[in-house]
């Protein structure tokens, strides 16, 4: 009880600081005049309220966090903030149940971007910016955010930022002490969104859209403020501007970094991850607008070429923005980009799936297999970037592996008894624990997920969660060990 006690004291911390999320959204409310002010006043009043009263009601629990608390913090985190962030969506929408409105929020926190709600054209500036907003916070992860602010306040960040990132990577660093890690990447992350806005304006977009398709490219959220999304602007300018940054937003920000800090390219060549993810994403643009010029989905190459890049690079990204319907291309080019989605962006990015450098150990682990088949003495140590990766890293790998493909299978297994037709239970849940957003079917990328029914959106929030928290810091938590002394 007393863990849970601690853990519920820096939730009242971080409830406080995320109210003041609720200032962008009133200030657009101010400048527009959509009619919203009031409910994201109240809605700050109440998150604030709430976390304070929390923080107060546990303050004789208060103790540095052990590693194990870390799990238990991270999954409360994004199940409170995303309950709390449905409050401007209740309060603004007609007809709109908590169900859906939790899905929204979660769906933009995870970086997700599969959306319930239509008439996005329509919706209240503050609305739209909100959900926006919120994709942009989870982008580098509310935990980041919190490591960097929480330390200020007497509580510790290293075990939060290894429970949310728990993959091979996990031991880098940018700094010394982990606060100084989580302000770097953060500042890169805004300058880069920064340098997005002004691209996107310059390229055609008004000063609003800008700002929000800025913070889904760089959140790799795949939100938009169109039910069209970026197909409403019919402009190749734009589409290379966003197709660069979700480029740039599927690397590792560490890399970025030490590039910026460094004015010097050369650490992206060093990046192996970032030079198989540049490769595998440039080979499959050019074979799939060969492909779908080969069928005839398109007249001429360069036309193909235009929506192959961007739509491809958006769904192996796990962006999620869209230019055109590709849910009507021939079947092999969605499943393609769909199978990307689940290995291609890098480590330290704002992407989800298995990551480059898992799949980068896995084929280097199958070689290995195979070479010890042939050569049964043989002492051949598995290396990236010409460092070894350990044994245990490797056996850390192999068990996320199965736990993903587990999860995927169990999960689309109950979307299919529940009703949903096979295609749309398979895409929705790759789309959704690989925080892409939009799959194929019933939820492509000409609809929205509206059409699921609440048992059915609460297991594609479940996925989410387990996507963006890579699964083991979700599962965890369930396993009797965790909970003993």
């Given at each position: 009880m007393h863990r849970i006690l601690s853990v519920v004291h820096v939730l009242g911390k971080v409830l406080m600081a995320f109210s003041l999320a609720y200032l962008l959204p009133v200030l657009t409310s101010l400048v527009y005049q959509d009619g919203q002010l009031a409910d994201f006043v109240r809605s700050l009043i109440l998150t604030l309220g709430f976390g304070t009263l929390l923080w107060l009601g546990t303050r004789d629990f208060k103790r540095e966090m052990k590693p194990r608390d870390g799990f238990l913090m991270v999954a409360s985190t994004w199940l409170g903030v995303a309950a709390f962030s449905t409050?401007?969506?209740?309060?603004?929408?007609?007809?709109?149940?908590?169900?859906?409105?939790?899905?929204?929020?979660m769906s933009g926190l995870t970086t997700t971007g599969a959306t319930v709600l239509s008439g996005l054209d329509n919706l209240p500036q503050s609305i739209n910016l909100w959900r926006h907003e919120l994709s942009w916070i989870g982008g580098m992860g509310i935990i980041v955010l919190?490591?960097?602010?929480?330390?200020?306040?007497?509580?510790?960040?290293?075990?939060l930022s290894r429970?949310?990132?728990?993959?091979?990577?996990?031991?880098?660093?940018?700094?010394?002490?982990?606060?100084?890690?989580?302000?770097?990447?953060?500042?890169?992350?805004?300058?880069?969104t920064l340098a997005c806005i002004i691209a996107l304006k310059l390229a055609g977009m008004s000063g609003f859209d800008a700002i929000c398709h800025a913070f889904s490219a760089m959140s790799l959220g795949g939100f938009s403020t169109h039910d069209a999304s970026i197909g409403y602007f019919h402009s190749p300018a734009i589409e290379i501007v966003l197709t660069f940054f979700m480029l740039v937003a599927g690397m590792n920000f560490a890399t970025h970094f030490l590039a910026l800090r460094g004015k010097n390219l050369k650490f992206y060549r060093a990046d192996r991850e970032a030079v198989?993810?540049?490769?595998?994403?440039?080979?499959?643009?050019i074979a799939i607008a060969l492909f779908l010029w080969h069928r005839g989905t398109y007249d001429n190459f360069w036309t193909a070429l235009r929506h192959a890049s961007f739509n491809l690079v958006s769904i192996a990204t796990d962006c999620g923005l869209t230019s055109t319907n590709y849910d009507a291309w021939p079947i092999l080019a969605p499943l393609w980009m769909l199978f990307l989605s689940c290995i291609s962006v890098s480590s330290g990015s704002t992407g989800g799936g298995i990551k480059m450098i898992r799949t980068l150990v896995l084929v280097k682990q199958s070689q290995r297999e195979m070479?010890?088949?042939?050569?049964p003495a043989i002492v051949n140590p598995l290396k990236i970037n010409?460092?070894?990766?350990?044994?245990?890293?490797?056996?850390?790998?192999?068990?996320?592996?199965?736990?993903?493909?587990?999860?995927?299978?169990?999960?689309?297994?109950?979307?299919?008894?529940?009703?949903?037709?096979?295609?749309?239970?398979?895409?929705?849940?790759?789309?959704?624990?690989?925080?892409?957003?939009?799959?194929?079917?019933?939820?492509?990328?000409?609809?929205?997920?509206?059409?699921?029914?609440?048992?059915?959106?609460?297991?594609?929030?479940?996925a989410m969660l387990l996507g963006r928290l890579e699964i083991f810091s979700v599962l965890i938590i369930f396993t009797p060990a965790f909970w003993r002394k």
């Open positions: 409050f401007p969506l209740l309060a603004s929408l007609d007809g709109i149940t908590f169900t859906r409105a939790f899905f929204e929020c919190a490591v960097a602010i929480l330390p200020l306040l007497g509580v510790g960040g290293m075990q429970a949310e990132t728990p993959g091979p990577m996990k031991d880098s660093r940018l700094a010394p002490r982990i606060t100084e890690t989580a302000k770097n990447l953060w500042l890169v992350y805004f300058v880069i198989a993810f540049v490769k595998l994403i440039s080979g499959s643009v070479l010890r088949l042939l050569h010409g460092q070894v990766v350990q044994n245990n890293v490797v056996y850390s790998v192999l068990g996320f592996i199965f736990l993903y493909f587990m999860s995927i299978l169990v999960l689309i297994f109950v979307l299919v008894g529940s009703g949903l037709d096979f295609v749309s239970s398979f895409s929705a849940i790759i789309a959704c624990i690989n925080n892409v957003g939009p799959g194929l079917g019933q939820v492509g990328p000409a609809t929205s997920y509206g059409s699921l029914n609440s048992f059915q959106s609460w297991v594609c929030i479940l």
